[in-house]
């Protein structure tokens, strides 16, 4: 097959907010306890922070990590992780069934932020608590005022406000799963009045509002028309969610799937335009596609695990190569529709639905979809450029054309270089890969790394890398082997 993609370097769809290679740390399963955090482990710090997690997350330069949840955040009492360690409360968790010791909270996550060179994209529970507590949150965290929770923060040995920038106003809330599921009406009053005085409270801070939780709800597209009619003037984005699965073991709809999630993309932005022109609006609603992954996995093995444990092993998705070909798709999928998402979270970042694994006490390593990750974040910073590409498609049930080649093009900040990144659909066709490109004078291939595999299912585990990038040598041809995830960097003239 040959594939032939068409660029100008012209025409530009946006500056790539370096947000968008965001990710996600839950307190869930062992995501912080075995995870980021283990005092007793070989590689940790004086904090306990994990060295060799830490040094696999500093890899792949993850620009913000959202905390502390997810379905989590939505019975957190913010206050329980801060102060005090003896002092602290164990509590019933219910989202995940398990007991929280609060042994991390904000005081050391921020810390761990810091030594992980990212910033902290803070949730407030709109589940179980409100305007006050999200108030008291964003004071704690934020202000230099000598005022009872800025106090306390300065009391807990924190003289500088640890300066968090972006809050997501609750999390999932239109999920009847959601600790204190609320209606559009309930939760936009709601996300309006805590939006409000968080923003008196720090009016230099970015609020995210609950959008839906994955397209596939009833009230997708009402939901997030309400939450933008009522919330307009507080928010700054609107989140997205959405996981994808393989149970039908059908690779070529599976790797479809980021068809759908451009689909949601385009869906929600059209929404927040219409409130933009009801509104009469000069200001527009960005996306923050906080939560996205393959997640499938584990759900058979986590329906054994017992209850109220402290980190039990949950959503543990141990990847497979097919599921790195789709977040190769994915992550192409979130640049070329840069303009509109400014932050996305791989949901999540440590042994929860993860690209890095821990035994607790043992090795971390990483799992095949660390590298279309890395490879993003490494060389997907700059302006992305529209492309199109020529080349076979396929059928599958929701989609009549799936180009077998899937592309994102990005030109680097210094603007020396071009990054083209591929996924080659076909199992059974290799692509033989050309550019016809305008506006870049002479384009080089200087690198071409490429993720493939004879076995869709292979796995890495602690003892085995079994899918890991190769070099391909530099010839006059390019070629995308069957199945297989490509990043092309040229030298431009
Ligand atoms: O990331 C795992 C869970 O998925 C999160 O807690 C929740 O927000 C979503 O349903």
Known sequence: MRAILNLNKDQIISEIDPRIYGSFIEHLGR??????????????????????????????????????????VSGYNWEDGTGDRSKRPKRMELAWASIETNEVGIDEFQEWAKRAGTEVMMAVNLGTRGTAEAQAVVEYCNSETPT?????????????????????????????????????????????????????????????????SNPGMPTF????HTVL??????????????????????????????????????????ICDTVKAERKSDKTVNLSFDEWNVWFHSSSQDKKIDRWQVAPPLLEDVYTFEDALLVGALLNTLIKNSDRV??????????????????????????TIYYPFLFASRYGRGTALACSVNCDSYKVHDFDAVPYVDT?????????????????RS???????????????????????????????????????????????????????????????????
């Open 31 to 72: 995501a912080v306890y075995g995870g980021i955090y283990e005092p007793g482990h070989e590689t940790a710090d004086d904090c306990g922070f994990r060295g060799d997690v830490m040094g696999l997350i500093k890899d792949l330069n993850v620009p913000i990590v959202r905390y502390p949840g997810g379905n989590f």
């Open 148 to 212: 009872v929770y800025a106090d306390r923060r300065r009391a807990n040995g924190f003289e500088k406000p640890f300066g968090i920038r972006v809050w997501c106003l609750g999390n999932e809330m239109d999920g009847e799963w959601q600790i204190g599921h609320k209606t559009a009406e309930e939760y936009a009053r709601a996300a309006h009045e805590a939006g409000k005085v968080m923003k008196w409270t720090d009016p230099s801070i970015e609020l995210v509002v609950c959008g839906s």
């Open 221 to 224: 597209g009402t939901w997030e």
């Open 229 to 270: 009619t009522e919330c307009y003037d507080i928010a700054d984005y609107i989140s997205l969610h959405s996981y994808y699965n393989n149970y039908a073991d059908d690779t070529a709809d599976f790797l479809a799937r980021s068809m759908e999630m451009d689909r949601f993309i385009k869906q929600t932005a059209a």
């Open 342 to 367: 400014k932050m996305a979270c791989l949901a999540q970042l440590v042994n929860v639905i993860a690209p890095i694994m821990t035994e607790t006490g043992g090795k971390a390593w990483a799992q």
């Open 408 to 424: 994102s093009a990005v030109l680097s900040e210094d603007g020396k270089t071009l990054a083209v990144f591929a996924v080659n």
């Open 427 to 493: 199992g059974k066709e290799q692509a033989d890969f050309s550019i016809c490109a305008e506006g870049f004078g002479a384009l080089t291939l200087k690198k071409h790394i490429a993720l493939e595999s004879d076995d869709l299912k292979a796995v890495n585990t602690a003892e085995k890398e079994t899918v890991a990038p190769v070099e391909k040598a530099i010839g006059d041809t390019v070629t995308l082997a069957p199945y297989s995830y490509n990043v092309l960097l040229f030298d431009i003239a």
